[in-house]
Each structure stands twice: as structure tokens, then as C-alpha cells.
């Protein structure tokens, strides 16, 4: 078989996924940043592999579905060559069952796992709580799903960054300009990428959506995630604790701000075990979200040999290893598993 000669643009999340996909097949790539490997969205703080719920049922879903089935193994292969753990655990989610509405949702979600999840996760009510890790209910129940799991980002992206270059990557830092025009390029280029492409096409095809998140000091590794309000409080593998995020469609700077400082006065108030967390890290980054929030995923609507991957929004770290592997099939073996709602000519239709 021919090598073909494949760049990569992005070294964040997708690209690195991608990459390490394409690699493992055999193939040659280099990887190429205008800053550094997971600088962007994907270096962030929480890393929850959350499921969609369990109906309403789209390709979407699925295809998320797909790729959280996909993530032990594919983090077990990344760790055997990176030898960098990413400390992936899958401890299930709790969200409070706010009013008579929400527990009716809850109990038909049990029957619709059944059916959607097939076997490999359940969706429960329950009313039983961890005295010492918990968010209160005001009808005194829950939600508990066995299918959410969590990892490190950071060193995801680290575990990846190191992986491709066991595997014969090249990977070139803080390069402006696109290196070389003749062989096939994969953009995964994050919001930057969406603005750009809005700029070609002169229609809003995605933005950047900001988001700013903490880790607090606090160890209950091995314990659910809980969400609730709009908070995700999510134990790490060591003795902290993620909670995020803000969700900004309007903002004037990358940093952090006194929004973050709201999330985290909420989480204390809504989680009794964190009132004595201290703060240990903030962060934000910058989320890529495509008009109709499905991910961007296929070729380039006008230019030959350009792929495009971008579109994780909220939920990128979970999609990456199906992204990586649609990716890889599409290119490598002309095998076309996208899901048409995804693709670049049809989200542009829509515009
Ligand atoms: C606060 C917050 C919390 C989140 N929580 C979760 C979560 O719990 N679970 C989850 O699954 N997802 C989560 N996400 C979403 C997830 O982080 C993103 O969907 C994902 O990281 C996107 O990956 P990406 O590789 O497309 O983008 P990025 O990580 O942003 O990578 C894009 C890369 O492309 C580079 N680049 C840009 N332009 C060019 C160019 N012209 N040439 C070369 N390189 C270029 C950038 O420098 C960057 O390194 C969260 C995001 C945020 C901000």
C-alpha cells in the first residue's frame, strides 16, 4: 500500500486522537500547532465521559455512544506506548431528581437503557446517598447511570503527545503558515478552525464557546460524578476534585474571571464536602461549536484532500477515539462511517 503522506494540523484532543489512529495502522504522519500539543480546549481540568441520556435517540447519540464504549481500550493502548497513565476510572454519575417531572424521566430512562445502552451500562433511581458525597434532592432521589466514566485531559493529551511520537510522529510546535500543500491534511483546528472556515464560506458555520472550570482540593477517587444545576463535580484519581464550567458565547478575554468564582461558591453551596476545599487550579479554554451542535466531521466542501474534524463542543474528549477511528477509516480504507449530519457539505447546507 502506498504511504501516503498525511499532516495533521491541531495537536489538541482530535488531532493527536487521529494521528495516534492512523499511526497504529501503519501510516506516516506529522502533526503540526500553532502553539503546543493539548494548549487548547483539551488540556482543561475535567474530562467527564458523560453519556447523552438515554432517549430521544439520534445519530448523535449513538455515535457518542460508540466512542465512550471505545475509551478503555483505546486509553489502555495509549498507556502501553506513552507509558503516561491517564488515570480513566469509570465511577457513574448522580444527578438530584429535582421535582415529580424529573423522577417520571428518570424511571422511563431505566426501561430506554435497556434498550439503547444494550447491556453495557444501566440508568437507575435510586434514594439511597453517600453522607460524604453527595448533592441534595428536593424529592430525596437520583439519578445514577453506570455507563459515566472520567480521566486527566491534560494527560491525555500528554499520554497522546508521546504515543505518536513512539509511533514515528513528527510534531512541529508554534508553526503559523500550512507547511506543505501537496498531500492529504487533516484540520482539527479547533475554534480557530471554525472561524476560519466561516470566513471562506462567509456564513456562521461555528464559534468559540469559553468555558472556565477549578480543581479543589478534596479525595474521592473511585466516587460518581455528580451534576447538578448545570454543575459537573467530578472526582479526579488523586485528591481533587473538577468542577466546571461556565458556558460564554460572548466573551472579551481567554482568562479566567469572577464567573469562575461563581461556579465555585455554587459548588460548595450545592456539595457539602467541598466546603473546606481550597482552589488549587484555575483554567479555561475555548470550546468549538458548530452551528446545530453536532461535530464537523468530513471532507472539506470545496478544497481536495483536506479533511476536517472539529466540533467536540462540550463533549470532545468523549468522542475523540470514534472521531479517531471514522477519521482513519474514511482516508486509509475509503470506508465511510460518518454520519451525514456531521459532514461539512451538509452542515453548510443548512446555513
Ligand atoms: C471548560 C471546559 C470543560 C470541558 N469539559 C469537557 C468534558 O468534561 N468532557 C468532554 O468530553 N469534553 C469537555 N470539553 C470539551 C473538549 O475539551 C473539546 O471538545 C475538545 O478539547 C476539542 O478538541 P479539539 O482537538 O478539537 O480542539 P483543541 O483542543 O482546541 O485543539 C485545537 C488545536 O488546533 C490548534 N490550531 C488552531 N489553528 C491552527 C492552525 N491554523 N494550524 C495548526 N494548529 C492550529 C490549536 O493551537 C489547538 O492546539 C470541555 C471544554 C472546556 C473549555
Request: with cysteine; hydrophobic share 40%; proline share 5%.
Amino acid at each position: 500500500m502506498a504511504t501516503p503522506d498525511i499532516t495533521i494540523y491541531g495537536a489538541g484532543i482530535f488531532g493527536l486522537s487521529i494521528g495516534f489512529e492512523i499511526l497504529k495502522r501503519g501510516f506516516k504522519v506529522k502533526i503540526v500547532d500553532i502553539s503546543k500539543p493539548g494548549f487548547g480546549a483539551s488540556g482543561g481540568l475535567l474530562g467527564a465521559l458523560a453519556p447523552h441520556t438515554p432517549d430521544n435517540w439520534n445519530e448523535k447519540k449513538e455515535f457518542q455512544l460508540s466512542s465512550l464504549l471505545m475509551q478503555q481500550k483505546f486509553w489502555n493502548e495509549v498507556y502501553a506506548i506513552s507509558g503516561v497513565d491517564v488515570e480513566y476510572s469509570k465511577n457513574g454519575r448522580i444527578i438530584p431528581l429535582n421535582d415529580d417531572r424529573a423522577v417520571k424521566l428518570s424511571l422511563g430512562r431505566t426501561e430506554s437503557a435497556k434498550k439503547l445502552w444494550k447491556g453495557f451500562a444501566s440508568w437507575e433511581t435510586i434514594n439511597k446517598i453517600d453522607k460524604n458525597w453527595y448533592v441534595p434532592s428536593p424529592t430525596g432521589l437520583y439519578s445514577y447511570d453506570t455507563m459515566s466514566a472520567q480521566l486527566n485531559p491534560r494527560k491525555a493529551c500528554k499520554s497522546l503527545e508521546l504515543a505518536v511520537k513512539k509511533l514515528g510522529a513528527t510534531i512541529e510546535e508554534n508553526i503559523n503558515n500550512r507547511v506543505d500543500k501537496n498531500g492529504l491534511e487533516i484540520w482539527a483546528t479547533g475554534h480557530q478552525g471554525l472561524n476560519t472556515l466561516s470566513k471562506e464560506f462567509n456564513k456562521l458555520i461555528g464559534d468559540g464557546v469559553k468555558g472556565q472550570a477549578a480543581l479543589l482540593t478534596l479525595d474521592r477517587r473511585n466516587h460518581p460524578q455528580l451534576f447538578t444545576d448545570g454543575i459537573h463535580i467530578i472526582p479526579q484519581q488523586n485528591n481533587l476534585v473538577a468542577i466546571g464550567s461556565t458556558s460564554e458565547t460572548i466573551w472579551t478575554h481567554e482568562q479566567t474571571d469572577t464567573r469562575l468564582d461563581q461556579i465555585i461558591q455554587k459548588a460548595k453551596q450545592l456539595c457539602p464536602a467541598l466546603i473546606n476545599s481550597e482552589i488549587k487550579e484555575r483554567w479555561s479554554g475555548i470550546r468549538p461549536r458548530v452551528k446545530g451542535r453536532s461535530p464537523l466531521l468530513g471532507p472539506h466542501p470545496s478544497k481536495e484532500n483536506i479533511f476536517i474534524a472539529n466540533g467536540g463542543f462540550k463533549i470532545g474528549i468523549g468522542l475523540a477515539p470514534k472521531i479517531a477511528e471514522v477519521t482513519a477509516n474514511f482516508i486509509l480504507n475509503q470506508q465511510d462511517m460518518i454520519p451525514k449530519r456531521f459532514t461539512p457539505a451538509h452542515v453548510l447546507s443548512l446555513i
